[in-house]
């Protein structure tokens, strides 16, 4: 990813979670099926290039005040179909080379691992720890890009 994306996107991120972390009562954004599209165009383009495939989405869901399960229900199948587009079009171009596929299986009982443990701890916590936890993991996010 380019050096000025990187920065800028994690900049991004940074000042973002901080404002949000530090307003909690942000009036919840009104929003209309061409602001969703919008988002979610952007959403696409941003994973695209970076491979950070939910970040707008989540921080929109967030915006809009939705409770932590219908937030869930948008940003993960975005996420996913994201990733998944993006494998196929890296797939389809020869990138992915026989490393990269074993790398991946080496990695997939780890990922298994935390989802189901995410899966486990979601169950347990309310309203404003997930609003917590997400600002918290968008700010590190961003943070991670900038250093």
């Known amino acids: 990813m380019p050096f000025h994306v990187r920065i800028g996107i994690g900049a991004f991120l940074v000042a973002y979670s901080l404002y949000a972390w530090f307003r909690p009562t942000i009036a ?10 919008g988002v979610g165009f952007l959403n696409g383009v941003l994973g695209g290039i970076t491979g950070l495939a939910g970040i707008l989405v989540t921080i929109w869901c ?6 932590k399960d219908a937030q869930r229900t948008v940003f993960q199948p975005v996420a996913v179909t994201v990733f998944l587009m993006t494998a196929l079009w890296i797939g ?6 026989r490393d990269t596929f074993e790398l991946f299986l080496i ?3 780890a ?3 935390g989802t189901w ?3 486990k701890l979601y169950g347990r916590i309310n309203e404003a720890t997930f609003r917590k936890i ?9 943070a991670v890009l900038i250093f």
Request: proline content about 8%; aromatic content about 4%.
């Open 92 to 97: 389809a171009k020869g990138a992915v080379t």
């Open 62 to 67: 967030g915006l809009r005040g939705w409770p």
């Open 134 to 142: 997400v600002l918290a993991l968008l700010l590190v996010s961003g």
């Open 28 to 37: 919840p954004a009104k929003g209309a099926a061409a602001a969703d599209a």
């Open 107 to 109: 990695g997939l009982p």
């Open 111 to 113: 990922l298994f691992a």
């Open 117 to 119: 443990l995410g899966l």
